[in-house]
């Protein structure tokens, strides 16, 4: 079994289960949660591209806002992009973590570039689950602190103590990892559904 292992699920406004994938916690707070998982195979993205085999993920989760963040590492270490996800506080109880997928999403490049994605999910979303004002205006909130990350540059994380995580890994030792084995067209992660099988971060 992987150690420290943990499930995430990623829920829609009605409470239905939208995907679920686990990964491996690295460190946890009294206000963020740390966890880290690795792709096994090539996958093809619409709005990522090609992610190679041995890409690292360090997910990012504050208890108390309204987003996470995701930082894709290439095999060799180097910042790949940062992949941000709007959502409703999450709930952690020490095996599980669970929040509400609110649709919008950052993708940001290390040029400093990003794209904003997925705004007509949120908004057909917010039609059909009838999204309160409150949960709208903290989303909206949420993307504007994104960009504002984003432009900066800083997204309030420490990554050097992680990225040694990577160069000093042996080969084989299980960090948490990915495959992704379908993808169509649907709000959330770059506008794809993905499943995962097997350890893994989910993107």
């Known amino acids: 079994m992987l150690k ?5 699920v990623v829920k829609n406004f009605d409470g239905s289960v939208r995907k679920t994938w686990k990964c491996r916690l690295l ?3 009294c206000t963020l949660v740390t966890f880290v998982g690795e792709f096994f195979e090539d996958v093809s993205h619409a709005e990522l591209g090609l992610i190679r085999q041995g890409t690292v993920s360090y997910e990012y989760y504050w208890l108390g806002r309204w987003y996470n963040v995701f ?3 290439e095999p060799d270490g180097s910042l790949r992009n940062y992949y941000c996800n709007v959502n409703m506080p999450p709930i952690y109880d020490g095996n599980m973590l669970e929040y509400v997928d609110l649709d919008l999403d950052l993708l940001v490049w290390p040029d400093g570039s990003y794209q904003v994605l997925d705004r007509d999910e949120f908004e057909a979303n917010s039609l059909r689950f009838e999204y309160p004002f409150e949960v709208r205006a903290n989303a909206e909130s949420a993307l504007v602190e994104l960009i504002q990350m984003a432009e900066t540059g800083d997204f309030g994380i420490e990554v050097l103590a992680l ?3 990577s160069s000093t890994r042996k080969k084989g ?3 948490g990892r990915i495959s992704v084995t379908a993808a169509a067209p649907y709000a959330g992660h770059g506008g794809y559904r993905t499943r995962y099988r097997g350890w893994m971060r989910r993107m």
């Open 4 to 8: 420290n292992s943990a499930s995430i």
């Open 27 to 29: 460190e946890q707070t």
């Open 71 to 73: 930082r894709f590492c």
């Open 173 to 175: 030792d299980a960090i």
């Open 163 to 165: 990225l040694s995580i």
